[in-house]
């Protein structure tokens, strides 16, 4: 898969596929391509956030299925190494767990 520039396209979230951390690390990780990371991290943040007010009952899951659930599941298989991997190198272990509760309720 290429891309234009060395920086990650927003639409990579929705058509790479990630097999293996470690190679990730290497092309986008934010000690070599902050922008990559950040655009990255941008909507894992957002999905994070759906998953804490999903889990805190101010949003209806129900909801957010119809909503987002392609999309959750979707970026879910694409980057689940890369999530794993993240957690276990910056050594957070609640890492993106409001995500998987998000993910959770589709």
Known sequence: MAFS???IAPSMIFTAKCARFDDWWKKY???TNQEATATL???QNMLSK???????GMIDADDVYDMI???VVMFWE????INIGR?????????MENFARAK???
């Open 5 to 7: 520039s060395p920086a």
């Open 29 to 31: 990780g934010s000690e």
């Open 41 to 43: 991290d941008s909507f």
């Open 50 to 56: 759906v998953g804490f007010l999903v889990r805190k």
């Open 69 to 71: 659930r392609s999309a």
């Open 78 to 81: 694409r980057f689940e190494p």
């Open 87 to 95: 957690r276990e190198r910056l050594t957070i272990p609640t890492w």
């Open 104 to 106: 959770g309720i589709v």
